[in-house]
């Protein structure tokens, strides 16, 4: 799929454009059907083709002409059966996809002065569950490029018990490097490295089990991989990987300067659960490192982030690595994540 072929389907590239687009929730509905039969309904159960009866009252419901049934728009989407408008769900959805920190359930709550807390929680708590795509493939396998993998422990919520209690979590993060073309006008930051797709996943501890697991979960075998002299990586080569530990002699710059995009993902990503949502529990946090890792590998389509989040999307939402990649959105699109 061309990523830059939307077909008839608009996406928004600001507030006020959303507002035009997605003025209620007929608009919202009207943008439903073009995304599954691009104009040209036709009637699940019988077949039939032709207009179907709309409703005023009911903009999520297409009625068939011909057999008389009714097809739910919100049908195998995270909306499916939900009581909030449309229009709610889209708003989210946006701000989900195109926002860099996303958003927290007290902002949505209050931004679309929804009544109940817990509405806001569940929306965006839905929209999370379609964040991990079943068939996830690893990253890296890919000539000239390597894998940088770190660990690091993130803060749980300490708020009202006291000092000294952390609930610290382990993390695990693998990353894609890659270098812009020399001569380009982002080539001198870091460089000219850049991240590529991220992988994380909370890790039980520092053992080889651990951390080499996750790099067999995370990163396809073969590519080189890059990571400090820690002894938890020493088996990766025996693994099928190739393996270059920097020695850190303990110290953090030294890493700073080999492992920079780790780094700056571990660093964004802090900087993301303590403040837009105010640190978050041990219990949710794969959840929230999902949506992280699932913004981050979409920040340059936010549009398929969007068709995604609603559960609307064709057959291939996410941009292939070489689509990723290549130097016709490079330059133009990269939105430097972090810088
Ligand atoms: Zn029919």
Redesign the pocket.
């Given at each position: 799929m061309d990523v830059f072929d939307h077909a008839s389907l608009a996406f928004p590239q600001s507030l006020p454009e959303f507002q035009r687009l997605f003025p209620d929730d007929a608009a919202c509905a009207a943008y439903l059907e073009k995304a599954r039969w691009e104009g040209n309904f036709v009637?699940p159960?019988?077949q039939?083709g032709g207009e179907p009866f709309r409703f005023d009252n009911r903009p999520g419901v297409l009625r068939?002409r011909?057999?008389c049934?009714n097809t739910g728009l919100m049908v195998g989407t995270v909306m499916e059966r939900s009581h909030t408008p449309l229009s709610v769900w889209f708003w989210a959805a946006y701000l989900v996809a195109s926002q860099t920190p996303g958003i927290s359930a007290v902002q949505f709550q209050r931004q679309l002065r929804l009544s109940r807390y817990e509405t806001a929680f569940q929306i965006l708590h839905k929209l999370r569950a379609g964040m991990v795509r079943p068939d996830q493939d690893r990253i890296g396998g890919h000539p000239g490029t390597h894998i940088e993998v770190d660990e690091a422990w993130i803060g749980g919520r300490t708020r009202g018990e006291g000092r000294g209690v952390h609930h610290k979590t382990l993390v695990a993060v693998a990353v894609e490097v890659r270098y812009r073309q020399p001569g380009t006008a982002q080539d001198k930051r870091k460089d000219g490295r850049y991240a590529g797709r991220v992988r994380l996943a909370i890790a039980a501890d520092r053992s080889a089990e651990s951390l080499c697991g996750f790099v067999e979960s995370a990163v396809t075998p073969g590519s080189l991989i890059v990571t400090d002299d820690w002894s938890g990586y020493n088996s990766l080569r025996t693994r099928g990987y190739d393996h270059h530990a920097i020695a850190e002699c303990g110290d953090p710059e030294v890493s700073e300067d080999f492992l920079p995009i780790s780094h700056l993902v571990i660093c964004n990503l802090k900087t993301w659960l303590n403040g837009t949502h105010h640190g978050v529990s041990a219990k949710h946090l794969q959840a929230y490192l999902n949506e992280f890792t699932f913004r981050f590998n979409r920040r340059f389509y936010p549009f398929n982030a969007f068709r995604s989040l609603l559960g609307i999307a064709g057959v291939t939402t996410a941009p292939t690595y070489t689509e990723l990649y290549s130097d016709e959105w490079q330059h133009t699109k990269c939105s430097g994540y972090g810088h």
């Open positions: 009637c159960h019988c039939a068939c011909k057999c049934r």
